[in-house]
């Protein structure tokens, strides 16, 4: 886990994350792992200009926060947008 987190964000020099401690900044995936499944994937056109796309829904993700907010909670967005646009830190 560290290698995909801490060691990560360390080597594109992301020092305020990769880390669940205080001040940082953390993204979390809260998963059931007993109730975790994937759905048959799906087509759906909702991209500008009637555009379709593949996709494939998931049971068990509990609930997920952005730099410490929720985002989704039991599979519904909560309408929170904290994240932003990442670049290589320097």
Request: charged share 30%.
């Amino acid at each position: 886990m560290k290698r995909q987190t801490s060691e990560t964000a360390d080597f594109f020099g992301f020092h305020d994350r990769g880390r669940l401690q205080g001040g940082k900044r953390a993204d979390i995936n809260l998963i059931d792992f007993d109730r975790l499944s994937l759905h048959t994937p799906e087509v759906v056109n909702d991209l500008p200009a009637g555009g379709k796309r593949l996709v494939q829904r998931a049971q068990g993700y509990e609930g997920t926060l952005v730099a410490g907010t929720p985002v989704f909670e039991r599979g519904e967005h909560t309408g929170a947008k904290p994240g932003r646009l990442v670049r290589r830190g320097l």
